[in-house]
Each structure stands twice: as C-alpha cells, then as structure tokens.
C-alpha cells in the first residue's frame, strides 16, 4: 500500500536517449527543517522552493498542531512561529506518515518543552527505531512511551525542567544529531553533541542562521558541536536549495541511458551531501559540474549528466557513507550497468531506512538478473555491463520512495520493462518524478508488466 491510498503500480522501458533540463524540487532536509526552526522563532519566516512532498507537509501540518501557523500565498510558504519553547499541546496524535526527519526533529523541538505529544506514521515509519533519538531526549528529563523495540506509536512527554546534555552519537546520523541539537534549544546552558562522522550540517547552518550560537570543532574524538541554549531566535527568509538526492535520479538514468544529455541546475554540493557524484565520477561517468558558484554560503553547480557506456565497478570507501547515505539504491542501479564489482562497506545504516534498502535492493535486482551479495553492513554488486540486465519483472517497493524510483530508473536500460507494486511513496519526496522523467523522454506508465 502508498502511505496515502490504494498501490500505484508502476512501469518502465528502455527509452531512446533522455535530452533536456531537470527541475528537480526543493531540498528535502532543508525543508523539513525551515518550517520546524521558523515555527521556533517569534515572527515570521518566509519559504521559497520549499519541496511540497508529502514528508514535508505532514511536517507543516505538524507545526500548525503545535500552534504555528503556516500557509502558502503566492509561491511562498509563511510561518508564524511561536518562539523557542512556546509549542502547545496538540489536541491530536500527528501523523508523520513515513517521515522520520519528520518525527524525530520534531520529537527533539517537543522535548524539552512541558506538553505531551503523541506521534504515529504509516506501516514503514513505524517499524523504524525511535530509540536513538529518545535516549538522548531522556537526559534533557523528556519520557517516552513506544512500542517494543521503540517503535511508534509513541507518545513524548516533555521535560519541564530541562537539563543541558553532553551527547557522543553513537550511529553516524544527522537525524539524531539534529533531534539533540533543537531539544538544546530550550535546554539552561551549552548543549554539546559529538559526532565521529561527519553528517549533513544543515541544522547547524540553520540554527546559525536563525541567530543561534552555535560552533563546531573538528578534534581527535570526532566533531564536536557546542549550542547555547534558549537563543535569540530571529525569524529567516529562507530560499531552499534543490535536492542533490532528487537530482540524483535524472543524473543516473541519464548515465545508463544510451545517447542521454542532461542538464540539472542548481544543485547544492555541499560535501555532507555530494559524495554520490564523487563516485559516479570514479566509476568513469561523464558527470560534470558547470557554472560552479557559492549561494548562501553553500557550493552549487549544475550537473550535466552523458551517456556513459564504459563504466567500471569501484570500492566505495567507508568513510563516504553518510555523505551519500540516500543515494546507495540508485548507485547500486548505476553498478548493474558497469564491469566488475561495486563494493559497498559501511553501511549498515541503510537497513533501517524507509526500508531495509540493502534486502530490498539485492531482491529486485537479483530478480532482474543482476547478482548481488550482501552482509550485515556491506553489499556488493556485479556489474552486468551495458545492455548486460535482463528486467522483466514486479520487484516491490516497501513503502520506500527511493527503492520505486530506482528500479523505475533501471527499467530505462534493462532488456525488458521494469514494474514496481507501488510508486504512490515517491510522492513522499519527488513528486513531480514521472513528469520529469517523461519530459527528458523516459517511458514511464501507472501498470504492471504481466508477471
Ligand atoms: C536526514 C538524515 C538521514 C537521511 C534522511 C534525511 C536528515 O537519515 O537518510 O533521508 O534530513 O537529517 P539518518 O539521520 O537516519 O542518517
């Protein structure tokens, strides 16, 4: 089932060369992040480019249950915050529907405030662990009420005297880091979170922006990252980047796709973020960065993406992953085309996401005729060649965006048509997808290939 309705079957063909522009929308970290910070701040922040995806805007919806406001005029969203700690109690359970930047910013922003928040989401978001975010949240004084294992439904009750934490994350995640980081808001005192991989740094930037004190310091245990709490939190006009994991998409297709030309401009390449297009370079894609300029404060380009017949299977080194942690499945679509192996270590992450993407990715190619071998926290992928990938079936989706997307993107150079159950997730975060695909010249239809 999609998160929001009946399954969408999905298909796709092998397509003459994919030519032309990609619009691919907004950021999705970044979006998420706008609206829970500008809900923090008294006054009002203003959003453009915000991706509208279904994540984002149980996200909003979400704020307005905590007493924001937040609407859309014109092509901006305006929030209307109400400071940090002035969140009210929702009246409901929220319903994060299968976002877990969504429940876990938002279970740290609640944290330490005194109200009670109960938290739910679709079949995918509750199997995920909660536990890595409520344990730190439990030494600000905040308690939680899960299911087994941490699972949601959940409920949070906040701490009413909260206390400022030393925190060493221990998973490489920007979700837990972040969750931390906004319960320190409104925590007495510095808050110090420490991390030993680097991972995306858009709440840091954020939280500066808004007027926060915030530092970060790079020593021998890791990045150390130091927040006094209950700022002065100005309210932003925000303008959010478009999506490097989105631009991901078009950017493979076009790779694997004989004759392909594409354009995608205005991707932010922040390095916590842009360790896939280092990779594809070093498998021997023709990738290049245009027009490589600095808009606030971050490195943009726009990507042109070719037709790359002689890719190569590489070592994907460890160190990379979380630079590049969403963008595994579609990289392992990208191997399947290349000679020799892709090895994938470090990753063990990847089994907790939208779903276990490591099982649901080496299913659905071995399905299609790719082989695949896998460990708990690595997998490897022998690379078939150009043309060298059978297709011709129904791979499941498990409720996860960038599974359906993927082997949608396979099915563009695989010898027959690739089907997913249900493409309905991709509207979780790109939900313009098949237009777009469809506008470079991919064949995508809402059916399934007969079994
Ligand atoms: C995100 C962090 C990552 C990533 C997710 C978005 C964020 O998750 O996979 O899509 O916006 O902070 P983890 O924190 O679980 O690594």
């Not at 929030?79 to 994060?96: L, M, R, T, Y």
């Not at 994938?344 to 071995?366: F, Y």
Request: net charge negative; with cysteine.
């Amino acid at each position: 089932m999609s998160s929001h309705g009946a399954p969408i079957p999905m298909t796709s063909r092998a397509c003459g060369p994919l030519k032309g522009e990609a619009h691919v929308p907004g950021d999705k970290s970044i979006s998420h992040r706008s609206l829970i910070f500008g809900a923090m701040t008294i006054g009002e922040t203003k959003i453009t480019g915000l991706l509208e995806g279904q994540d984002v805007l149980d996200t909003g919806k979400a704020m307005q249950a905590f007493g924001a406001t937040v609407e859309k005029r014109g092509d901006t969203w305006h929030v209307q915050g109400v400071g940090v700690g002035g969140f009210a109690e929702p009246e409901n359970v929220i319903d994060c529907g299968n976002s877990g930047t969504g429940v876990r910013l938002i279970m740290g922003a609640m944290a330490t405030s005194p109200i009670t928040a109960t938290f739910t989401g679709d079949a995918s978001l509750n199997s995920r662990p909660m536990a890595r975010v409520t344990d730190p949240l439990a030494l600000f004084g905040a308690k939680s009420y899960g299911r087994q294992g941490g699972r949601l439904p959940m409920t949070v009750v906040g701490a009413r005297d909260p206390m400022p934490v030393r925190y060493d994350v221990p998973v490489p995640s920007a979700q837990v880091k972040s969750a931390v980081l906004l319960a320190g808001l409104n925590a007495p005192g510095e808050t110090v979170v420490i991390e030993k991989e680097a991972t995306r740094d858009h709440s840091e930037r954020m939280l500066a922006g808004f007027g926060a004190k915030i530092e970060t310091v790079e020593t021998n245990e890791g990045r150390v990252i130091t927040l006094q709490g209950r700022p002065e939190f100005n309210p932003l006009s925000i303008v959010v980047p478009r999506d490097p994991s989105s631009a991901a998409f078009p950017v493979c297709a076009a790779i694997i796709t004989e004759g392909s030309d594409v354009l995608v401009p205005n991707i932010g390449l922040n390095p916590t973020r842009a360790g896939l297009f280092t990779t594809l370079k070093e498998m021997g894609a023709d990738l290049t960065y245009e027009n490589l300029r600095e808009e606030g404060g971050e490195p943009v380009a726009d990507l042109r993406a070719k037709f790359s017949p002689n890719l190569k299977g590489i070592e994907v080194p460890p160190h990379r992953a979380a630079s590049m942690i969403d963008e595994y499945p579609i990289l392992s679509v990208v191997a399947s085309f290349a000679e020799g192996k892709t090895h994938m270590p470090g990753v063990k992450e990847l089994r907790v996401k939208e779903s276990d993407r490591i099982d649901a990715m080496a299913t659905g190619l071995r399905a299609a005729g790719v082989a695949v071998d896998e460990g708990e926290d690595w997998w490897t992928v022998f690379g078939c060649g150009h043309g060298g990938v059978k297709g011709g079936v129904i791979v499941q989706s498990h409720l996860d965006h960038r599974i359906a997307m993927s082997f949608m993107v396979l099915g563009f150079a695989t010898q027959n048509p690739m089907s997913v159950d249900d493409g309905g997730p991709i509207a979780t975060s790109f939900p313009i997808f098949e237009n777009l695909m469809g506008g470079l010249g991919a064949d995508i239809t809402r059916d399934a290939v007969p079994a």
